[in-house]
């Protein structure tokens, strides 16, 4: 998969995979709140403003309806606009233009329309931002046909899923995780891109699927080595992509394991992992040798207090349980 | 002038098209709804007589290759293919009104086709009717009829090809007893329904002294139509019976 | 440049000062009856017929606001629409054909049926870019438009249509805050027909007047006699003037009337009946009949002559919609992402 | 008592077709009120009742071609007795009862009971219906007494094991040794992967069929030739050494799947299936190939009477490398007989009947058998597994090739 040993981080992958495309688009321009001046408001863009100019680099007054609907207008126009929403709670705010106008352009058009805009934001889970910093709503969106929704888990996957985004002709959500802009991982140096809808098995195994989005790639990881320790060989699936969604994958993965765990940020009712489930149970029903179970955050906004807020994480640790459970070996686990 | 109800009525769904049908005969019958003239069309359907068996009209592969479906209806005679560009006309007249008082019954295809005549002629076709229940131009059939006789009224409908998928209809029927055109080929230009519709309309003033004006549908006729819809022709064994049960009743309504 | 100003009735002895020729003239009024013959024929089509179904918002009397403003514009500059559209698409120039496809769902219409009433304004190539029907939605996306031509160094503009309903949502605020402080050629044309469906414009707007906006984002202003489509198009110059200068968005607020219902179905009994027959004696196309008969650009006659050909190419629109095919199902999926 | 008649509705008609009673017998009608429905000449027209009353007969089901003005049907008083005179009557049963509706299928959910039907996964159930396991019979050791895959393996595995074994005699312990070993191939690369595809979890068999018929003829002639010269031997033996020269030509067959690797025996160890009393026993033949028809055959009556006697010896029982089980005797044609873990493969005789076949175009008959070879497809495919049984044909078909030297 990789051939280079360069680590760099999460941050620096999609800093690197903005650079690299302004340097090689002249229609690529970023828009969004503070990315220009102050530099992003996780610095992913320092010093973008002073190479690229405050053209490139558009800041924007507080007015994410206006920031997403300006990105759509010079989309329509040709341009390759990146807009910023600097937490995924703001989201809601230019909503509007992201479900109603953007996703449904090109249809009811009758496909005269395209819509080439990356919508990029992060979730600030585990960080004692609050009920109004920290959400993760990634299932909205598998309710808006027309957008493509994309969340990486590791640096590699960011830099190149980011890319084929601002390569895409659609609407395309980028969510990234601010816990994960700090972690290393192998990042080549030359150009490549991760076609969406390609999930990516990152880990093998035979007794369980593990399918885990975004953050919860790292606790499902941890989760597998501890249980390989038990003799319990887990496969660690990340869809890396909701919309398009790897079904294939995730189902064959099924079919050879019998089990299916899905481990995700988002609230249990309606999350991503309904989805999924659903899914497999649609179509590889015969071959579940369990129930098939989720680890989600509980049905409650999210709590400030840092040991509330831990407790309400989904974790390495509950997601061994559940696994113990599904195989009736309660306690015998680690 | 006698005023006729015009139903421009036409659904997507062949079978509810010909649930209108019979509503509007039942309806007659019924002295619930004024003497009628519908003009419809289906988009893309086999529709067979009543009597007739799938097996040896249609068939079937050719259907769910063109995405075809199988309407029977409920007045006799022979399959006959119908898309977009065929345009099915309908009338319905009580039993009592000069126009259907005829000797022999098959007369009822003379009279009520000749609105239909005059408006092809009129676009400038050298058409004629031939008994019993054709119009041709020169030996190519261009409209076929079937009817329906009830105590105190009759229906009478029939085809109009007017650019109907030919290739289509050929492969689709297992046997095209005789040579077909369309208004089409005859004219060799484009020509739009509504002209056509406008042409026949103004058969009716000539040939019966009558006026059609655009009524929609009552209330009652609507609920016959649901009821026939779903009881008879939107279901399997209405339409495949004559396969199925060859010499039992076919459903009740 | 903070400013307000007011363009009333323009005579018609200034036409030709305002270097307006009898043949832009005459399109002018062309294009005025084709929209109201083609909304009266809608209205048969949907009340009469039943041929057509779903929200229909037509353009009775406002006519003047969208052949003035687009009369005012280069080809290649962008109009966005909404879902009171009919009128833009037609003054933008989409053949009839296609509106009218389009309200019947057929796959010949300007969105393949996709789109309906409140989207038959879009055709790109006929620089009719799009159209929104989330009430003040267009404006951030003009925005865009307007930041596209900026970056691209293009002269052109773009002239977004909303309604007095609109000037109460965030997409006005954030998008025209947003065009003033970027100066973006952007032009605001406000259609005050004095309802939001039942709500009436001062009862929404707590300032006298909606151009007072302007104020508020430091742009010009214009309050236009939205009847007259010499005044609109006169306004809508001088807004495109500053744009390709750089001067930044002008608002435009047309003062017209919807002579009929919110939509096709609403009788509008909510409205006092003098105001109703007040703005039916002011009606835009019947007085500037009058104008260019009276300044002798065109007789009676060629007025007749106009309708019958408009009549007839309304017969064919009507015809080839009705022969149109619908889109397959099946086909529907492709149209989602690109 | 008043007759319905198909009336002539134009000259040119002679007969009509009735499409539809609208009454049934005994119910009530008025007159004027239409009776049923006829397709004439083009037209399709209703029959109106001549008077009031209930329809006493129906003469003509729908369907029947009428003559017009003839009396199809009659009407009369409740009761009232219909004249004998009347034509042909079709039955009842031809009129009615009417079809019955299709009516979309109401979707209803079902509490299964718990007691009673075990609990298991849809995999496990799955499994259990492909191996013919009664789940009620499996111990499910899942999260609350659910059946999971492993628990059918389980049962599947026990079912096969289940044979009676004498107690083993101390002295012969020491001399057990398991087949040795010829070559071993890695079960890796494609070979693995056809594994992984054609197995849901490849830790199980995948046991696959092969029938071809052969024609006995020259075997039996065979047969009755030695039978003549050296006395009692069992045409068992025969087949058997067929099948042990066949394996060594392809040894794939006389193998084992052990982890990841295929193990393939030098040893041609036949076991041959033994019917008991006590169930099925599958005692080995050891090195058949080397051995002669006659060994061969002792052997068989040998094995088959301890067999009997339950003495079989876990050395007997043991270290087969191929299973044949002939239920000929049984008058079974073909079947598909369960492979004898860890062996790779199993072949199946079918009895040996009278048959008409096609040879050089003639319709001839011939005693025919039918071969049945189930083999692990883990380990090889279908068109080895033809070839096999081609070659086992060709010798049964050609004895003289094989049994020079008996």
Redesign the interface.
């Known amino acids: 998969m990789v051939e280079t040993t360069r680590e760099i981080t999460y941050a620096e992958a999609i800093r690197e995979a903005l650079h690299e495309e302004m340097m090689k688009d002249p229609r690529v321009f970023l828009i969004g709140e503070d990315i220009g001046a102050y530099g992003g408001a996780f610095k992913i863009t320092d010093g973008f403003l002073k190479e690229f100019g405050p053209e490139r680099v558009r800041d924007t007054p507080i007015s994410e309806a206006a920031i997403v609907g300006a990105a759509i207008g010079s989309a329509l126009m040709g341009l390759r606009p990146i807009a910023e929403i600097m937490y995924m709670d703001f989201i809601p705010i230019c909503l509007e233009q992201l479900a109603n106008q953007a996703a449904k352009m090109r249809f009811m058009s009758g496909g005269q329309l395209r819509v080439p805009i990356v919508v990029r934001t992060q979730y600030s889970l585990g960080r004692a931002h609050g009920a109004q910093h920290s959400q993760f709503l990634p299932s909205w969106f598998l309710q808006v046909p027309g957008l493509k929704v994309v969340l990486p888990s590791t640096p590699y996957d960011a830099k190149g899923l980011l890319k084929t985004a601002m390569r895409d002709s659609n609407p395309v959500l980028f969510i990234e995780c601010s816990l994960l802009y700090r972690i290393k991982g192998p990042v080549p140096e030359e150009d490549y891109a991760i076609p969406f809808g390609q999930a990516d098995v990152k880990r093998k195994g035979d007794d369980v699927t593990i399918v885990a989005i975004s953050r919860m790639i790292h606790e499902s990881m941890a989760a597998a080595n501890a249980l390989e320790g038990e003799g319990l060989s887990v496969e660690v699936i990340d869809p890396r992509a909701i919309q398009p969604l790897d079904t294939e994958t995730i189902v064959g993965s099924v079919k050879r394991t019998g089990r299916l765990v899905i481990a995700e940020d988002d609230s249990k009712t309606g999350g991503v992992g309904a989805e999924i489930a659903a899914t497999v149970i649609e179509k590889a029903f015969d071959y579940l040798d369990a129930p098939i179970m989720r680890v989600a955050a509980p049905d409650i906004p999210i709590p400030f207090s840092p040991s509330l807020e831990r407790e309400y994480m989904p974790s390495k640790d509950k997601i061994i349980q559940t696994i113990a459970l599904l195989l009736g070996r309660r306690g015998r686990l680690a | 002038m006698e005023m006729w109800r015009l139903l421009?009525i036409e659904y997507?769904d062949p079978y509810k098209n010909m649930a209108v049908d019979e509503a509007l005969l039942i309806a007659v019958e019924r002295n619930i709804a004024p003497n009628t003239v519908r003009f419809w069309r289906n988009l893309n359907a086999l529709v067979i007589g009543?009597?007739q068996s799938l097996e040896e009209e249609v068939i079937l592969e050719a259907c769910e290759k063109h995405g075809t479906s199988v309407v029977r209806r409920?007045?006799?005679?022979g399959a006959v293919y119908q898309d977009?560009g065929n345009l099915n006309w309908t009338i319905v007249s009580r039993r009592d009104h000069p126009l259907a008082k005829v000797k022999?019954?098959?007369e009822?295809?003379k009279v009520f086709s000749s609105p239909i005549l005059e408006g092809i002629k009129a676009l400038g076709i050298r058409a004629e009717f031939k008994p019993?229940?054709s119009i041709f131009v020169d030996d190519k059939k261009i409209s076929g009829m079937?009817?329906?006789?009830?105590?105190e009224s009759v229906l009478c409908h029939g085809t109009l090809l007017v650019k109907t998928d030919l290739n289509i209809l050929t492969s689709v029927l297992k046997s095209v007893k005789t040579k077909v055109t369309t208004l089409q080929r005859e004219l060799d230009t484009q020509i739009?329904?509504?002209?056509i519709k406008r042409a026949i309309i103004t058969g009716f003033n000539s040939m019966y002294d009558v006026k059609v004006k655009?009524v929609?549908l009552s209330r009652e006729e609507i609920g016959i139509i649901k009821r026939l819809y779903k009881?008879k022709y939107a279901?399997?064994?209405w339409n495949a019976?004559a396969d199925?049960?060859?010499?039992?009743?076919?459903?009740?309504r | 440049m903070s400013a307000l100003k007011e363009i009333g009735h323009v005579p018609p002895s200034d036409y030709s000062k305002h270097g307006l020729a009898k043949d832009r003239l005459i399109l002018m009024i062309k294009k005025m009856m084709q929209i109201r013959l083609f909304e009266e024929k809608v209205e048969e089509l949907y009340l009469m017929k039943g041929l057509i179904t779903g929200p229909a918002h037509l353009y009775f009397g406002e006519e003047a606001v969208a052949v003035g403003v687009i009369s005012a514009l280069d080809p290649d500059d962008i109009v966005i629409s909404h879902h009171r559209g009919h009128g833009h698409a037609l003054a933008k120039g989409i053949p009839m054909k296609q509106v009218m496809a389009e309200l019947f769902g057929k796959a010949t219409g300007t969105c393949k049926g996709l789109g309906g009433s409140m989207h038959v304004a879009i055709s790109p190539e006929r620089s009719s870019l799009f159209a929104s029907a989330i009430v003040g939605s267009g404006i951030p996306i003009a925005v865009g438009v307007g930041l596209a031509f900026k970056y691209s160094k293009s002269d052109r503009v773009v002239a977004v249509f909303f309604g007095d309903g609109a000037v109460n949502t965030s997409s006005f605020h954030e998008g025209t805050n947003m065009a003033a402080i970027w100066k973006l050629p952007v032009i605001l044309v406000c259609e005050n027909n004095r309802y939001a469906i039942g709500m009436k414009v001062e009862k929404a707007i707590a300032l006298g007047s909606i151009v007072e906006r302007a104020l508020g984002y430091n742009i010009l202003g214009i309050a236009v006699d939205g009847n007259d489509p010499v005044a609109v198009y006169l306004a809508t110059k001088e807004a495109v003037e500053r744009a390709r200068k750089g001067e930044g968005p002008t608002l435009i607020e047309c003062r017209t009337y919807r002579q009929k219902g919110h939509g096709i179905y609403d009788k509008a009994p909510y409205r006092p009946k003098e105001e109703v027959e007040e703005w039916l004696r002011r009606d835009p196309i019947a007085n500037f009949r009058n104008a260019l008969i009276s300044s002798g650009v065109a007789s009676e006659a060629d007025f007749i002559e106009i309708e019958n050909q408009i009549r007839l190419e309304l017969e064919e629109s009507v015809n080839f919609a009705q022969d149109s095919p619908i889109l397959p199902f099946d086909e529907l999926q492709k149209y989602v992402y690109a | 008592m008043h007759s319905v008649i198909v009336p002539r509705l134009d000259p040119a008609m002679k007969t009509g077709r009735i499409v539809e009673w609208l009454k049934r017998e005994n119910e009530a009608v008025k007159k004027g009120e239409p009776v049923l429905v006829v397709e004439g000449e083009k037209t399709i027209f209703e029959v109106e009742a001549p008077a009031t009353g209930v329809l006493r007969k129906i003469l003509y089901p729908v369907g029947s071609e009428i003559e017009v003005l003839t009396v199809v049907a009659m009407i009369g008083e409740p009761g009232e007795p219909i004249p004998p005179d009347l034509g042909v009557v079709a039955p009842r049963e031809e009129v009615l009862p009417p079809p019955l509706r299709i009516e979309k299928p109401v979707v209803e959910v079902v509490e299964r009971p718990l007691e009673g039907v075990a609990r298991a996964s849809p995999l496990a159930r799955k499994l259990a219906d492909e191996y013919g396991i009664d789940l009620t019979t499996v111990k499910g050791t899942g999260p609350g007494g659910r059946i999971v895959k492993e628990d059918v393996l389980r049962a599947v595995e026990e079912r096969r094991a289940a044979v009676p074994v004498a107690p083993l005699p101390e002295a012969v312990a020491p001399a057990l040794k398991p087949p040795r070993i010829a070559k071993t191939i890695p079960f890796s690369g494609t070979r693995k992967t056809i594994a992984e595809r054609v197995s849901y979890s490849f830790h199980t068999v995948v046991p696959v069929t092969v029938t071809m018929e052969v024609n006995m003829e020259n075997l039996l002639d065979y047969y009755e030739g030695i039978k003549a010269t050296m006395g009692d031997v069992s045409l068992t033996a025969l087949i058997l050494k067929a099948v042990a020269k066949a394996l060594e030509s392809h040894a794939v067959f006389n193998s084992t799947l052990d982890g990841n690797e295929i193990k393939i025996f030098e040893d041609i160890n036949i076991a041959l299936a033994i019917n008991t009393p006590d169930g099925l026993v599958t005692p080995v033949i050891r090195n058949s190939n080397k051995k002669s028809v006659v060994e061969i055959s002792n052997a068989i009556r040998e094995l088959t009477e301890k067999a009997m006697q339950r003495k079989l010896s876990l050395q007997e029982l043991l270290g087969g490398t191929f299973t044949v089980t002939n239920m000929g005797p049984y008058d079974v044609e073909i079947f598909a007989p369960i492979i004898n873990p860890p062996q790779s493969a199993i072949l199946g005789i079918g009895r040996i009947a009278k048959r008409a076949v096609i040879i050089n175009d003639q319709i001839v008959v011939k005693p025919m058998a039918t071969l049945s070879l189930v083999f692990d497809h883990r380990v090889t495919d279908g068109v080895p597994a033809a070839e096999f049984l081609r070659e086992v044909k060709r010798l049964l078909e050609a004895p003289n090739l094989f049994l020079s030297n008996v």
């Open positions: 421009d997507r009543r009597s409920f007045t006799g005679g977009h022999e019954i098959l009822v295809f019993p229940n079937a009817a329906y006789v009830k105590r739009s329904m509504a002209h655009r929609k009881n279901t399997e064994e019976w199925n049960h060859p010499s039992s009743d076919p459903p009740k």
